[in-house]
């Protein structure tokens, strides 16, 4: 096979490469546009509040004179308009560097993630000065600015280049009464255009991230923001589970217990001058505590399913598969056990997405893939029914993001109209070399 | 018919002691753990070993393990375990270490003492005890199968009755009609399931699980 592959011309990864190169020439001319965007933005920004100015200068230079004072009066309304107007653009400039970042995670395969503050809860009479000091006293609104004009100038030609490589080639090609060396350059330019385009989009790419990206205090105040917040929902999560199991235990077991004791007591009454109507009381009874047993059997298994506490997440995962109607193929590889949290976390979270491939997919097959690499456990689940699966319509996928980001775990979807879904999840944890038993 | 018992649990080592000798089983060994099973079951040399799922010191699947390693020791040792969840993963453990002489039960079952030392003898006879949530479950499972599909409502009763590895005798009684009838549906199913019928009543037991297994 591989002799073959070298032997014959590689038609398909010049082609590849090509249709790469196009790509992000595209790309390249896409992010021009947003640099000029940005740089019309960030002038107007500039002239909003420079406009007022001489009338300011005016009214230092000329004293007390009435012209000066005509000027004063002319000047401090248009600055305290050209603030707000430049406040209203800055907001832009922020939407336009959005804009960049989701499209360098995307095109050029470097995410950034957004730097700001968390934006105050303003509402009444000063809510719109309250919002102007928050965007003014974040730095990232400067950086921001700062981005919207270098990029405008520098990162622009960056982006371009390619572009104007494949131009050149065009030019060069076509044009007439061009001498042979000159068209074979061009070809040369054209080539190598589409060929430094992938790369010149990641170098975008970080460059983007290195003038975009949180820095320092903005990054620290973000985790806390993130902590905070997934903290408060994982314990809201157990509240609400310890409530659920409570009224579980109290309708169901509690209840039948209290049935059972007044049956059995019913029975002691009349055993002596009924006994047949007392032994079917008893059978009652004995068939009451069957029920409960059954009751506190499903309880448990919500809670804390018994062969994820014998075996760990790879068996209960595997016990689990052999409870549904699907079929699944697993293949799994960890050498230890993850922490409890992280097992109880991640086997709930593929009990929910096999119950949404049962439901939705109509799949025939499905796929779940268990190991652990550098320090994350990855759990990929993939069926071949008919895709379309939609995180933002549903709740349970939400959810089980919800759950792993209390762990810093993150749920990825890739499911396609037609399929086929394949969801992966990444939770960082550390696995425990497995306990020597004694037997 | 000598029986050991390892169950961690005073009270119901004790109560399962005494409803085995009310029905006439001798009571060779009770053991609160592996270790003193495997012993037991080496120095006894029972008919039938009943063990609990979870036993000290992990408390988790020790039962099962402690079931698979006296069967290695004593190949084809009858063992019947009790638990209080049953699990198609380890049930197809169980099943996977020998063939027959093998029965898991919900700890539940030991409430209808007749039936349960029925399935004790089965065990020690060399029959299968398996419980009627792991059949259900199995039957669930299958619910997609076409082969499955095409058997009559009684005919799906028997399978899960035969699956539980009960007699044709005991299926005709559970079902209240004959044995012959009984012995029509089987043969029923296992054209339809395409399985090769046999005589031997494990055998035939073994082979309707297997299938279901898939």
Redesign the interface.
């Known amino acids: 096979m591989s002799d073959q592959r070298t032997r014959e011309f590689p038609w398909a990864r010049i082609g590849d490469q090509a249709r790469k190169g196009l790509v992000g020439t595209g790309h390249g001319i896409a992010f021009l546009g947003l640099a000029l965007l940005g740089l019309v933005v960030s002038l107007l920004i500039v002239a909003a509040v420079a406009l007022p100015g001489p009338g300011l200068v005016a009214y230092g230079l000329g004293g007390h004179h009435n012209a000066a004072g005509a000027a004063l009066v002319f000047a401090l309304p248009a600055l305290v308009v050209g603030l707000f107007v430049a406040s209203r653009l800055l907001l832009d400039v922020r939407g336009l560097a959005r804009l960049a970042r989701r499209l360098s995670g995307q095109w050029c395969g470097v995410p950034i993630a957004d730097p700001y503050l968390p934006q105050p809860a303003a509402h009444g009479k000063k809510a719109s000065w309250r919002r102007l000091g928050w965007l003014v006293t974040d730095p990232a609104t400067w950086r921001d600015l700062l981005w919207a004009v270098v990029n405008g100038c520098v990162g622009g030609l960056l982006a371009i280049l390619p572009a104007g490589l494949l131009v050149v080639g065009f030019i060069g090609l076509f044009a007439p009464y061009a001498p042979l060396p000159l068209r074979v350059l061009a070809v040369a330019a054209a080539a190598s255009g589409l060929w430094v385009a992938p790369q010149l989009m990641r170098g975008y790419g970080i460059f983007a991230r290195s003038m975009l990206g949180p820095r320092g205090n903005a990054e620290l105040a973000q985790r806390v923001r993130h902590l905070a917040e997934t903290r408060t929902e994982a314990l809201d999560t157990g509240a609400a589970e310890i409530r659920r199991i409570e009224r579980d235990l109290h309708d169901g077991a509690q209840a039948r217990l209290v049935a059972m004791g007044m049956t059995l007591d019913a029975a002691g009454q009349i055993i002596d001058t009924n006994p047949e109507a007392a032994r079917a009381l008893l059978w009652e009874a004995r068939d009451a505590s069957v029920k409960a047993l059954a009751e506190l059997r499903a309880l448990v298994r919500g809670i804390h399913p018994p062969v994820l506490a014998d075996r760990g997440v790879a068996d209960a995962i595997a016990a689990l598969a052999l409870d549904t109607p699907l079929r699944i193929h697993l293949a799994s590889d960890l050498y230890g056990r993850p922490p409890a949290w992280v097992e109880s976390a991640a086997y709930f979270a593929v009990s929910e997405l096999l119950a949404n491939v049962s439901k939705h997919a109509e799949a025939r097959e499905t796929w779940i893939d268990i190991r652990h690499t550098d320090g994350m456990l990855r759990i990929g689940v993939t069926d071949n029914g008919h895709g379309g699966a939609d995180p933002a319509r549903g709740t349970g996928l939400r959810g089980i993001e919800r759950r792993l980001a209390a762990f810093d775990g993150i749920l990825a979807i890739s499911s396609p109209p037609g399929g086929p879904t394949a969801v992966t999840m990444e939770i960082p944890c550390e696995l425990s070399l497995p306990k020597t038993s004694s037997s | 018919m000598r029986v050991v018992i390892a169950e961690d649990l005073f009270l119901l080592r004790d109560g399962l002691t005494r409803m085995l000798q009310a029905h006439g089983l001798e009571i060779a060994a009770a053991v609160d753990n592996?270790?003193d099973l495997l012993a037991a079951v080496a120095r006894d040399q029972p008919d039938v070993a009943i063990v609990d799922v979870r036993l000290p010191?992990?408390f988790?699947?020790?039962g099962i393990?402690?079931a698979l390693?006296a069967r290695k020791q004593t190949p084809n040792l009858p063992v019947l375990v009790l638990s209080?969840?049953v699990?198609?993963?380890?049930a197809?453990e169980l099943l996977a270490s020998g063939s027959g002489g093998i029965g898991y039960l919900?700890?539940?079952r030991v409430?209808?003492s007749a039936q349960f030392v029925d399935a004790v003898r089965r065990v020690a006879a060399g029959g299968t005890a398996m419980d009627p949530e792991v059949i259900a479950?199995l039957l669930?499972?299958?619910?997609?199968n076409a082969s499955i599909g095409a058997l009559s409502p009684r005919e799906r009763e028997v399978v899960a009755l035969m699956a539980e590895g009960r007699s044709n005798a005991a299926i005709a009684q559970r079902l209240v009609i004959t044995e012959r009838s009984v012995a029509k549906h089987t043969a029923s199913i296992f054209l339809k399931l395409d399985l090769q019928p046999s005589d031997d009543d494990n055998r035939r037991v073994l082979a309707v699980l297997a299938y279901l297994e898939g």
């Open positions: 592996g270790a010191p992990t988790t699947d020790e393990r402690a390693a209080q969840y699990e198609q993963l380890y197809r919900l700890k539940d409430f209808d479950r669930a499972r299958n619910t997609g």
